[in-house]
């Protein structure tokens, strides 16, 4: 098995943070979802490294749709990026991304120590599945963690996420009408460009440690 291609971004000398983010199940990499967030997190000083879990890689290789890699493979290959970016350029990193790569994510936080968790619409439960959750390890979570989540996200709304035991080290930001990809209702007069440079603008100021990061 290769080893995962690392895309890096955003600012090289002053950064107000640096985030290793994961894509989620269906989308790459460099999905417009997980670009826009790079830019845009660039333009707020934080410094980006993304990768490709392996049956994403392989599906880009070779074509075709791919079920996601058994977890303990996700997990590995979390491991692996974490050495090979603290080996080519160390420094305060955090760790999270997009659903089920935020996720994995949460799973080796305390294991790993990063600086933060930074988790973009994250899967409290599998689609059509909220009676079972997959909240039991976030209830004792010790790394700072922010989670971005849209009010009517399907994997896990406003509503539902109020009834979970959640670690007092996760804060929450909640986007107006957003769903998993936190794209709003148009009638809730908000766009996706707005939320999505909120969520730039909170995790910058998250990472960097402003007492008045945006909520």
Known sequence: ????????????GEVRGRLILAHGAGAPMDSPFMSAMAERLGECGVRVVRFEFPY????????????????ARLLEC????????????PGAWAIGGKSMGGRMASLLADELQPAALVCLGYPFHAAGKPEKPRV????????PTLIVQ????????RERVAGYSLSPAIRLLWLEAADHD????????????????RTAEAIAGFLGGSASWPL
């Open 78 to 89: 979390w491991r692996e990026v974490w050495r090979e970016v603290n080996a080519r350029e």
């Open 136 to 143: 039991e390890h976030l209830a004792a979570l010790r790394t």
């Open 56 to 71: 994403m890689a392989e599906r880009r290789r070779n074509g075709g749709k791919r079920p996601p890699n058994p977890q």
């Open 182 to 197: 936190l794209k709003p209702l148009k009638v809730s007069g908000f766009s996706h460009a707005q939320h999505l440079q």
């Open 1 to 12: 098995m290769s080893f995962p291609e690392l895309l890096w971004s955003g600012p090289v």
């Open 150 to 157: 849209g009010e009517r996200d399907a994997l896990g709304n």
